[in-house]
Structures are given as structure tokens and as C-alpha cells.
């Protein structure tokens, strides 16, 4: 492997690169230590040191870190990991370690992040978010369905009808499709948003 690029990333830390792809980030301290200079060579040995010791150590210290400040899903962690330039076999080590700690745990994340937003949020919504926080699919069902006896959609667009709504007047066509479109946006279903409408209605 040979050593292409050195690119300063901080006054300490810089990018390395081998055989022309980013490979991981180094002090400047490591860079002496290691002899590692631009177009020389980077031995099997070595490479091995600093991936599977250092950096692999590094990578899961920055993993601690960063669940100290926030909870955060797997798929989440490893692209933090990702932007801090850790290899990838640096970061599955971590990812690893945490999770055998339970200090990340998908299925616990999907529950409790189901349980905060069920009152402002359908189905749909929630489903597409905890997918965009690169929770599994089949995670992001069993969460769900678990879930699904303590929520209520309708109950929950009534609810946050009333919290919108100052007038007790009937609702406008002009405001009924402002609030359909909002309750869409939110994850409810067409015929969960027009069933409470009807209701309303009804009520008039």
C-alpha cells in the first residue's frame, strides 16, 4: 500500500490516503510515529496496528461519547463514525461493543420514539421516520404493531383538532383542506383525517 495523499483535516488530525482512496484519519503525532510520509510505502504490519488497535480503540471511545450526549439508533452511530473517518472495520468493532452493552439498541429506540410521538404523528409518518434513522424494517413493524393497541389515530387527530383550533365555529372548506393536508403531512390516513371531519360534521 502506498501512501498517496497526507490532507490536514485540523492543526492535528489528517486524512490518509492509500493507493488513492481515503483509508482513515490520523494525529499528527501518529503520522512521526508510524513513519508515515506521502509516496512511501505503508506495510501490511502496520496497517494492521493502526486499524485494528488504534483506531479500533479510538472509534469506540468516539462511539461512548457521542451516546453520552444523545440516544441514538445503530444506523445513526455509524455515520457519525463514518464522518469522523474511521475505517469501516474500526466502526463495526465499535458498533459491536456498544451494542453488547445495550447502549444502542434498535428495537428499544423504535419503542420509546413510538411512544413520544404517537400523540402528534401517524402511522405512516412514524414508520418513514424511524426508516430515515436506518432502523431495519422488520424492527421498525414489530414496534409498531406492539404499539398499535395504545394508539388510536382518530383519537388522536381529535385531539390535536382541538389544540389547533380556537373557533368551535364548523370547519370552512377552505380550512378543511389546510387541515387535510396537515394531518397527510403527519402521517394519518385520508380515510382517518375525512372520518373525523365527518364526525364533526355530524356534531354540527
Not at 473517518?85 to 453488547?100: F, N, T
Not at 452493552?101 to 400523540?119: S, W
Not at 432502523?135 to 383519537?155: P, T, Y
Amino acid at each position: 500500500m502506498i501512501v498517496t495523499e497526507i490532507k490536514p483535516v485540523t492543526k492535528q488530525k489528517f486524512q490518509i490516503e492509500l493507493d488513492r482512496q481515503p483509508a482513515f484519519v490520523l494525529y499528527k503525532g501518529e503520522l512521526s510515529r508510524y513513519h508515515i510520509q506521502k509516496d512511501e510505502e505503508l506495510s501490511e504490519e502496520i496497517y494492521r496496528e493502526l486499524v485494528e488497535q488504534v483506531l479500533t480503540k479510538r472509534a469506540k471511545l468516539r462511539a461512548m461519547h457521542l451516546l453520552e450526549k444523545m440516544d441514538r439508533t445503530k444506523g445513526e452511530l455509524r455515520k457519525k463514525l463514518e464522518q469522523g473517518g474511521y475505517p469501516s472495520i474500526a466502526i463495526e468493532a465499535a458498533l459491536d461493543y456498544v451494542e453488547s452493552f445495550h447502549y444502542i439498541d434498535d428495537a428499544r429506540y423504535a419503542a420509546r420514539y413510538i411512544e413520544f410521538q404517537k400523540g402528534k404523528k401517524g402511522r405512516a409518518r412514524l414508520k418513514m421516520e424511524l426508516l430515515q434513522r436506518g432502523i431495519a424494517g422488520e424492527i421498525v413493524a414489530r414496534a409498531l404493531e406492539e404499539a398499535e393497541e395504545g394508539m388510536d389515530a382518530k383519537d388522536t387527530i381529535r385531539q390535536m383538532l382541538q389544540n389547533k383550533r380556537k373557533s368551535k365555529e364548523p370547519l370552512e372548506e377552505k380550512e378543511k383542506q389546510r387541515l387535510y393536508g396537515f394531518f397527510m403531512r403527519k402521517g394519518f390516513s385520508s380515510s382517518e383525517i375525512l372520518s373525523v371531519f365527518r364526525e364533526m360534521g355530524d356534531k354540527e
